[in-house]
Antibody
Framework: EVQLVESGGGLVQPGGSLRLSCAAS????????MNWVRQAPGKGLEWVSY????????YYADSVKGRFTISRDNAKNSLYLQMNSLRAEDTAVYYC??????????????????WGQGTLVTVSS | DIQLTQSPSFLSASVGDRVTITCRAS??????LAWYQQKPGKAPKLLIY???TLQSGVPSRFSGSGSGTEFTLTISSLQPEDFATYYC???????????FGPGTKVDIK
């Protein structure tokens, strides 16, 4: 059974740092692209960051670029999000999500098939 | 960046109703679109990918259509468990853009 379990959330002061983890099990973690997605209280979903299966390709949303760093340890089946210079607007539930691809002809359609339960990050003084 | 809009943002419907939600992209995205359902306090659940392909295990009352800039999610006969918020998402892994739409909340009339 595929499982994604986030941890590391909590209360942090503005300007502070936090490191989120996502422990993966039930599948070959090293073969899958992964993402972080967040949801502020009462708001919609916001994609945060993407990392390829090898870690060689990384993307960030403009709202976190330069402050957040995504990484992975395939030997430990784990995904990470290092969050620095945190702001009140970073307050949200953070989800990790797996990418799977539907292949056709010469291309593929990616989509997020499994999600963790989320971990809450609160940035407040 | 590609922007997604959804309409309506809120709809009130009854069990058995046919419900249609529209997602529009600011530029063409071919069929790189997915739909998710989210219930309060829960993680999103994938319903549709590649614009019209039903995810395994999702009831057949859900369907997706469209390509380019306009997409629809249809629930043919609304069930009590379908009251939730629905999000579209465009997935352009070549540009690193995985934007979500703002969501449509489906509530009980």
């Amino acid at each position: 059974e595929v499982q994604l379990v986030e941890s590391g959330g909590g209360l942090v002061q503005p300007g502070g740092s936090l490191r989120l983890s996502c422990a993966a099990s039930g599948f070959t973690f090293s073969s899958y692209e992964m993402n972080w997605v967040r949801q502020a209280p009462g708001k919609g979903l916001e994609w945060v960051s993407y990392i390829s299966s090898s870690g060689s390709t990384i993307y960030y949303a403009d709202s976190v670029k330069g402050r957040f760093t995504i990484s992975r340890d395939n030997a430990k089946n784990s995904l990470y999000l290092q969050m620095n210079s945190l702001r009140a607007e970073d307050t949200a539930v953070y989800y990790c999500a797996r990418v799977i691809r539907y292949y056709y002809g010469s291309g593929s359609y990616p989509y997020f098939d499994y999600w963790g339960q989320g971990t809450l990050v609160t940035v407040s003084s | 960046d590609i922007q997604l809009t959804q309409s309506p943002s809120f709809l009130s419907a009854s069990v058995g109703d046919r419900v249609t939600i529209t997602c529009r992209a600011s530029q063409g995205i071919s069929s790189y679109l997915a739909w998710y359902q989210q219930k309060p306090g829960k993680a999103p659940k994938l319903l549709i990918y590649a614009a019209s392909t039903l995810q395994s295990g999702v009831p057949s009352r859900f369907s997706g259509s469209g390509s380019g800039t306009e997409f629809t999610l249809t629930i043919s006969s609304l069930q009590p468990e379908d009251f939730a918020t629905y999000y579209c998402q465009q997935l352009n892994s070549y540009l690193g853009d995985f934007t979500f739409g703002p969501g449509t909340k489906v509530d009980i009339k």
